[in-house]
Structures are given as C-alpha cells and as structure tokens.
C-alpha cells in the first residue's frame, strides 16, 4: 500500500475516534445507565477518565435528572427544580435561609448532574451540599440539623453512599448541619471553598473513587425534625474529559 494511502487512513482512523469526544451523551445530564453517557469509568470503556480542570465562575448544579418529594413540608417546591441550581444563597449562622431552597419533603430524594463535567478526587473536599441550618443561641454545638444522606455516582446505576447513620452532634457523615455562609447575591465568600463557604463538604478518597458524574441527596426521615432543604451542590474540584 502506498505512504499517502497509509496516511490517509490514519487520518480517518483518529477522525473516527474522536467524533465523539465532545458529546457525552444526548444532553449530558440525563441517568444514562451503563456508560453513564459515554464517559469512561464505571460502566464506561474503561480506559477513558476525566482530568481536574479550571471552570471560571465555579461549578454547581445545571439539572436535575431525577427527584421524588415526600410527604410534609413542601417549602420551595413550587419553584423547583431552579431553586437547587447554581450557587448558594445562605443566610449565615444564625439564620437558615428559607425562600431560596426546596424542601425533600419526608423521605424524599433528589438527584443533579453538573452538565458535561464531574466531580475528580484531589486533596481534600470534592464538592459541598448546601442546607439551611443555623446554630441554636449561636453554639457551633448546638446546630438545628435537617440531615440528609450524600451518595455519588458515575453512571447513575452503582451508587456509593456516604453513610449517615450519626443522630446527634457531631453528625458525621451527613449532609445538613453546617450553616451556609456563602451568598451569591449579598456577599462574595467562594462557594467552591469549604473553607469559607459553609456547607457540608464530601471527599470522594473517602470512598475509593476517582470521579463521580451524579450527587443524590436523600432526605433522612426523623420525627424530631423537619425534612431536608436543599439549597445547592458546588463542586471543589471539577473534571473534564
């Protein structure tokens, strides 16, 4: 065959290759189920992973891909799910905002996606849920916890749960129980920084995992509480493909 030839289809072999490359599913937030909308990982082919990269503005919830509100408090729910998208909007420690989060209602979930990035593991916290907790008589040990359970996933079929299991202060692994301090609107505290955010951080280390594509937030049914109001989800360190 001649050199030309050979280059040729060379050529052609990498367009092929690469033709998808930049699509990563039909609108890349539905639950694509194995594959996980074409990214590699789990259920994906397994030799293709995201990398860290930078996201200016930060990156936060773009949609939601499933949910189902239980019983109860329905705060919010009627401005669902825009409430729960982009960065949070907390009310500080001693006041838990309650006009810019909806509620899960008893037992219910919700599960968003962050459009065609994801979450990487790196040193420290990955990504934060935001409630709307406040500190009782301002007592960093006294917070009015509404926890929910934090699981992640890469392709919307295996999920990896960060267990919460704890009832009282200190509350573990749960989600809901640190105040937010960042703000959008009113102060410019970084809400991709646990540090000064608030919230309630995760690390993905913390369950072996590389990446993940989906965060769900289960509301924890408790009759001495009401249920889980959610605000936001940040990622600290978001990936690319």
Known sequence: MKPLTLRLLAVLSIFAF??????????GDGLGGAGGGGFGGAGGDGNVGPISCSVPGGLFAQTVVDHAFGPGQDVGQD???????GPPRGAGSGAGSTDQVVSLGEGGFVVVAFGQSV??????????????????????ENPYAELGEVSVSQDGDEWFVFPCTTREYPYGACAGWHPVLANADDNDLDPTDPEVAGGDP??????????A???????????????????????VHPGCF
């Open 79 to 85: 401005a669902f799910p825009g409430l729960v998208l």
């Open 213 to 235: 594509r989906y965060v769900r937030v289960d509301d924890v049914p408790d009759e001495r509480q009401l249920a889980f109001d959610l605000d936001a989800v940040a990622v």
């Open 18 to 27: 690469c033709s998808g490359c930049s699509d990563s599913g039909a609108d």
């Open 119 to 140: 979450i990487v593991d790196e040193a420290g916290p990955d990504f934060v849920v935001f409630e709307n907790p406040f500190l009782v008589g301002g007592e960093p």
């Open 202 to 211: 995760f690390d993905l280390h913390d369950l072996g995992l590389d990446w």
